[in-house]
């Protein structure tokens, strides 16, 4: 049975792809904003999007009636851009300078907003993938902390510790104070 839904007064049934773009359509700038957060690749971030969205689509029936659409969305695309850091991480070097398309190498001028933008994402990519993942999902996307839990499959005190960690070391490092690339680890002391 097709939910109802009132539109100026009339009630008409919403057929279930009708249903799927009222929910997902406006998710999209969204899901764009955090693929190029997680990606830092402008090209790969729009087409994890475009495979995102072609998996919600195809698999709209699978999910949770009673779920967040949102967070189920938005774990989608998480879970596809961690598959594809693995990969992008044990494939072989690039090849030659010759193969890379001109517009990549080339970058427009810059002003001081972009270079302030350009620290800021400097920043956050050097947090760990955890912190950086749960930063962009609260503070960019606006997700809640049990959204950002179900996007992560994490508890959700473990978001808040994240995202509480991600925060202090981002300070620090705009400080100056942080600039180790990795997050402080336990040393074995003899």
Known sequence: MSPLIV?????RSMNPNSELIATIQPLIPALRRYAR?????????????????????????????????????????????????????????????????????????????KIRYDDILSLIAALSEEQRSVLLLIAVEDLSYAEAAEVLDIPVGTVMSRLSRARERLHRMSAGEDTDQKSPMLRIVK
């Open 37 to 113: 957060g997680l990606m830092r690749d402008r090209s790969e971030a729009d087409d994890l999007v475009q495979d995102v969205l072609e998996r919600v689509i195809s698999r709209w029936h699978q999910r949770r009636p009673n779920g967040s659409a949102r967070a189920w969305t938005f774990r989608i695309l998480h879970n596809l851009a961690m598959d594809r850091m693995r990969q992008r991480a044990t494939r072989a070097a690039p090849g030659p300078m010759d193969s890379v398309p001109e517009d990549r190498l080339a970058s427009p001028p810059t002003q001081e907003d």
């Open 7 to 11: 539109q100026r007064g009339m009630m």
